[in-house]
């Protein structure tokens, strides 16, 4: 981070994951190695190639929100409502004592509300236009997170959606940085993707980059020599971003800094277009003012398709040297979230810089031929001072966000 | 169905549709209570009358449901068409 720049601590965490609702059953889990993947329960998938996910475990609407916003909104957007609200909570902030409009939301989404617009769709098929929903206007779109927290919470400062897949999630972020540090006061960001329905499923599938695997140990194993695709999941985080000093002034709580944020963007294969991701992770260690040497620990964006894990072996080793960082993929117990998931890497990133530990990646035994010390089966206890986050997209999306531990 | 469109119908769909807003109690005195008082806006009130229509038959003009300023006056209006339709 360059001496000039406004330095962004995050603040509060909201997290909703496959492998436990709210952070602390979320750690409890992660910190141990408990995964959440499953088959499928939110639909059948008779008939289709891929069977298994990550779902939300015991998630009642009805018990987080007021009944005015169920009938308007998609599954995910309830459960970012929720994460929004105890993201906001844990940050100790109350948004209705505030500014509004010094408070922004930045969100990422890959899809949308695609169980809410399925149901409307099919409803204007089967039953005719008058039965479809006149909050399908707005359910479905991927914008809609973004809007349904910032009018729940009067937050009408510089607000948005970044959509580049998977990267996407914390492109927000670098979003939300950015606007913090042209005066607002605090944002709400991350993003919270679940589309584990017929219509989303059908979208997933498309990539090819689906496990078909139906044994939940099997079927996710990113740089293992057996990987075969990845194990969709919904979920996500959302996350309070301040000014660092503002934050310390009204006695914030901050778990940590978001120093470095890079994205990049691969041209096309025939182009060679490869090496995107190495220069994200460059950019977004010399953004932070970091060495590679400073770097305790890596959350890989674990794609789990052999020619996505080779590159980002190689980009790391290309920066760290071979086995010359921890690497772990904590999502291997909740699958990929989309966007969702790098938010999330970034609320588990601070908990581990809180509690010491580098949780693991689970189920995959590393290709030792990819050079990565994998942090495997059993956390790994370090002292964790810096950390990076990678996440990709597909179609050539590469994002980096290099975070501190509070002093 | 009974023949005429009363309070209780417009709750029951109101409730279906669109929920009820926090610290808003529909089974209070609300008929001259403006919707935007109740905490519905106008998209709230386009589903309203989307399922007022499907349940009762009737068309509703478009601006109704933006002239019914409360429950009396949709109530009414409602009535009206369903009085219309029968006739």
């Keep these: 981070m360059s001496p000039a720049a406004t330095s962004v601590a995050i603040t509060g965490l909201g997290v909703a994951a496959p492998n436990g609702l709210g952070t602390e059953d979320y750690w409890a889990a992660t910190r141990v190695g408990k995964s959440g993947i499953g088959p499928v329960s939110r639909f059948r998938t008779d008939g289709y190639p891929a069977t298994l996910a990550g779902e939300v475990p015991g998630f009642e609407a009805a018990d987080h929100l007021p009944s005015r916003l169920l009938p308007q909104t998609d599954h995910m957007t309830r459960l970012a409502l929720a994460a929004a609200d105890w993201a906001l909570a844990d940050a100790d902030v109350d948004p209705s004592a505030r500014d509004g409009f010094d408070m922004g939301v930045i969100t990422a989404a890959s899809s949308g509300g695609f169980e809410f617009g399925q149901n409307e769709l099919r409803k204007l098929w089967s039953q005719g236009s008058q039965h479809v929903s006149a909050y399908q206007s707005f359910a479905w779109f991927y914008a809609v997170n973004s809007g349904q927290i910032s009018i729940r919470n009067n937050m009408k400062g510089p607000s948005g959606v970044l959509v580049a897949d998977g990267a996407g999630g914390l492109d927000a972020l670098a979003q939300a940085r950015r606007a913090i540090r042209k005066g607002t006061g605090l944002v709400l960001s991350g993003a919270v993707d679940a589309s584990i329905c017929p219509w989303g499923w059908a979208a997933m599938l498309t990539s090819g980059r689906l496990s078909t695997r139906d044994r939940p140990e099997r079927a996710f194993l990113p740089f293992d020599r057996d990987a075969s695709g990845h194990v969709p999941g919904e979920g996500g985080a959302l996350l309070v971003l301040e000014d660092t000093k503002a934050a310390r002034r009204r006695g914030a709580h901050v778990y940590g800094t978001l120093d470095g944020c890079a994205s990049t963007f691969d041209a096309a294969p025939s182009r060679d277009g490869t090496g995107g991701l190495e220069r994200a992770i460059r950019i977004a260690l010399a953004d932070a003012d970091a060495t590679p040497a400073v770097v305790d620990v890596v959350f890989a964006d674990a794609a789990a398709v052999p020619e996505l894990d080779r590159a980002e072996a190689d980009a790391l080793r290309a920066v760290f040297g071979e086995r010359g960082v921890p690497v772990t993929a904590p999502k291997t117990m909740t699958g990929r979230l989309y966007s969702g998931a790098a938010p999330l890497d970034v609320a588990t990133t601070l908990l581990a810089m809180a509690e010491g530990i580098i949780p693991p990646t689970v189920h995959s035994r590393p290709d030792p031929g990819y050079g990565l010390d994998l942090v495997t089966g059993e956390p790994r206890t370090a002292e964790v001072r810096c950390a990076l986050v990678l996440a990709r997209g597909h179609g050539g999306f590469n994002s980096a966000a290099v975070l501190r531990a509070a002093d | ?87």
């Design chain 2, 1 to 87: 169905m009974s023949a005429s469109f009363t309070l209780d119908d417009l709750k029951r769909i109101l409730l279906e549709g669109a929920g009820a807003a926090e610290g808003v109690d529909l089974d209070g005195d609300i008929l001259d209570t403006s919707f935007t008082d109740l905490g519905y806006e106008s998209l709230a009130l386009l589903e309203t009358g989307s399922r007022i229509e499907r349940e009762w038959a009737i068309t509703l003009d478009d601006s109704a449901l933006t002239d019914a300023a409360t429950p009396r006056g949709l109530i009414g209006i409602v009535n009206r068409h369903i009085t219309a339709a029968a006739a």
